[in-house]
């Protein structure tokens, strides 16, 4: 509207100025980002077309079959191998078609292992060093590709707790009622503890810091995966200290 405020500027290219402005600017973002999602598809075709994977992941869960934490470990290394390359659908379609019938026969219920294939599947879009999210991401807010995709693999530290969740607490998805919502705050509790111990800083001292932040993250391991659900409990308390503490802290700092 401030073209049309005097006559001299009211012309055509005064007019079309910002209009065309635009068409430069988006033109110039698009261009770039078409650039990147080429290459990232050109690594998809390498990935898929060749069938490495896949043969990959077949051998991978039969040497791993022996233990139930191996076989876990290597199929969340096989999803993130796949999310590389592929969407968060084929990724969950892929890796329960591999990991479902060996995990079966271990007795792991199928509605655990479907979670966390869909788990590790929505994780394949932040896997490095294809992450199609900080790739999108890092060309809107013009910041640097590799700190934006580290910073979304620590905003995203609550997929790892659900990933192991539904093993250590198979009731989260099996057992809907009281039982559900217990495991949802046992894993809800242990997730602040986890985001606490990864983001938050409770001493200027790095020694301390770095000391109290591995404490809190012991508590809320022993919460999310420790077997006895009362001892699981009763880890909440320390974590709800540490928390009060870090409040606190940071409100002497504001005032």
């Not at 997929?159 to 809800?188: H, I, K, T, Y």
Request: hydrophobic fraction near 55%; proline fraction near 5%; charged fraction near 10%.
């Amino acid at each position: 509207f401030t073209s049309l405020r005097t006559p001299e500027s009211r012309n055509l290219r005064s007019l079309s100025a910002p209009f065309l402005r635009f068409i430069d600017h988006f033109a110039t973002i698009t261009l770039d980002l078409t650039l990147l999602l080429a290459s990232l598809s050109i690594m998809t075709g390498v990935i898929v077309n060749t069938g490495v994977t896949t043969k990959i992941g077949f051998l991978l869960m039969e040497a791993a079959g022996f233990h139930i934490v191996a076989m876990v470990i290597v199929a969340f290394i096989f999803g993130a191998l796949l999310g590389t390359g592929l969407p968060p659908a084929p990724t969950y379609i892929l890796l329960a078609l591999v990991i479902a019938p060996t995990m079966t026969k271990f007795g792991i219920n199928p509605w655990v292992i479907h979670f966390f294939a869909f788990f590790v599947a929505v994780w394949g879009e932040l896997t490095p060093p294809t992450s199609l999210v900080a790739a999108v991401t890092s060309k809107i807010a013009e910041a640097d590709f590799m700190k934006t995709m580290y910073k979304g693999i620590q905003l995203c530290s609550v997929l790892f707790v659900l990933m192991g969740g539904v093993f250590a607490r198979p009731e989260l998805v099996m057992e809907p009622g009281m039982a559900q919502l217990g495991a949802m705050l046992l894993l809800m509790a242990g997730t602040v503890g986890i985001v606490f111990s990864i983001q938050a800083k409770f001493s200027e001292k790095r020694g301390r810091d770095v000391l109290i932040r591995l404490v809190l993250a012991g508590f809320a391991l022993i919460v999310i995966f420790h077997p006895n659900t009362r001892l699981a409990v009763m880890a909440i308390l320390p974590i709800g200290l540490f928390v009060g503490y870090w409040v606190l802290q940071h409100r002497k700092k504001q005032a």
